[in-house]
């Protein structure tokens, strides 16, 4: 049912701070925004990959997934479900929708406040990104979402979403929703909501560069640079204003037609380099 991850839109308690974070260090591209509160970036293709908005709460409350849909029908059909399992649905209004930009909208909160919104027809650009700075990304990769019900919520994405698990890691999830081996991955935690947003580097090098660069400009890194053992990617994640989590991957293996696999949750699972993460979510200690 889902067609592609589209954007993600983060609640921040310092607009501006977390939009310097997002153009000098992520290196995303800056999109006009006419939209009081509202600061825009591109990865790719997309219109837009991130959108901040400033909430007086920060600390990423009312954090908004935006997945893509064929058309209006199959967003009903989400929406039928949606609902059948006692989900309460919105509609989105024309204002929400142009703020957004896409043709139609209708969203859904989840435990814990993250916002599933999906989305028909979103814009997208007709000029090449363009980075503030040579990161060497390539797009919007993918997300990670910590959870206190995972089993709920993986089948959520699977049999409400169209997702199909391609391995499991402890009583997490790796989740592909396209060609690649996973978009989303679920992973158990103390609390529910968006862990990290991640885009794909061009290769090792632009991912063992980032490790530096953020050394020199004193950014935490959380997590890698390693590989993982699931799906062969490279990753390194780094922490951003608010506690949200960002990070670089690249060389990700293809979503292949076998059974998924399952991953002992140890730290060895998540990085097959050893590196040893701070975060819990991946096997680390803070």
Do not use: N
Not at 144 to 166: F, K, P, R, Y
Not at 201 to 220: C, K, L, S
Not at 272 to 277: D, F, N
């Amino acid at each position: 049912m889902i067609e592609k991850l589209s954007y993600v839109r983060l609640g921040v308690a310092d607009l501006a701070r977390s939009a310097e974070f997002a153009e000098r260090i992520v290196g995303l591209e800056p999109v006009a925004a006419t939209e009081e509160g509202l600061a825009l970036f591109r990865s790719d293709f997309r219109d837009h990959a991130l959108a901040l908005v400033q909430r007086a709460g920060g600390d990423g409350e009312g954090a908004s997934l935006g997945l893509e849909l064929r058309d209006e029908a199959a967003m009903a059909a989400v929406v039928e479900r949606l609902v059948a399992r006692g989900h309460k649905v919105w509609r989105g209004s024309a204002g929400d929708c142009a703020e957004r930009r896409c043709r139609e909208m209708a969203g859904v909160r989840l435990r814990g406040g993250l916002a599933l919104e999906l989305v028909v027809r979103p814009l997208s650009s007709g000029w090449r990104y363009h980075g503030p700075r040579d990161a060497g990304i390539c797009g919007f990769a993918g997300v990670v979402i910590a959870s206190t019900e995972v089993e709920a919520d993986i089948a959520l994405w699977c049999e409400v979403l169209g997702a199909q698990v391609t391995d499991y890691i402890g009583e997490g999830a790796y989740l592909a929703i396209d060609g690649a081996h996973h978009r989303v991955t679920i992973l158990p935690s103390g609390r529910d909501g968006l862990l990290e947003m991640q885009f794909e580097v061009e290769g090792m090098d632009q991912v063992m560069q980032a490790g530096y660069f953020m050394q020199a400009h004193q950014v935490p890194v959380v997590a890698g640079p390693g590989r993982r053992p699931a799906s062969g990617e490279l990753f390194i994640g780094f922490r951003g204003p608010d506690e949200m989590l960002f990070g670089y991957v690249a060389e990700g293996a293809a979503r292949e037609d076998r059974l998924a696999r399952q991953f002992a949750q140890a730290p060895g699972s998540f990085c097959a380099w050893g590196s040893r993460s701070s975060v819990p979510e991946y096997g680390g200690e803070p």
